[in-house]
């Protein structure tokens, strides 16, 4: 990848990254895009990870999920939308991050 290094996406807990390559290149695709780097808070975390933050959905267990770091509006803005462009459809919006993923629920965006 040309922006990314893998590790960037390893668990926090234990180092384990199981992403699904076709996200990777989407998520590549949409940096390209970008004009702002795109810096992973949280990529693959494994089931004990995810439960011990409170998460109820699967997606980054899965490795169909990223949390980009995101905290002024114009960024937010850049962010969107190149990974709209890349055809992302799903995304939770945090005061500090973006979450985006690739799984085959409705199109959606929340607010955490």
Known sequence: MENFKIE???CRCCGANKMNPDF???LQEA???A???FIISSGYRCEK???EIG???NNHTTGVAADIVCS???QRYEIMGALIKAG???FGLGEQYIHVDSNDRPNCIWIY
């Open 8 to 10: 960037e996406f390893n």
């Open 24 to 26: 990777l290149n989407k």
């Open 31 to 33: 940096r390209s895009m």
């Open 35 to 37: 004009g702002t780097k």
């Open 49 to 51: 990870h995810n439960a």
């Open 55 to 57: 998460s109820t959905s």
């Open 72 to 74: 002024r509006g114009s």
């Open 88 to 90: 992302f459809k799903r």
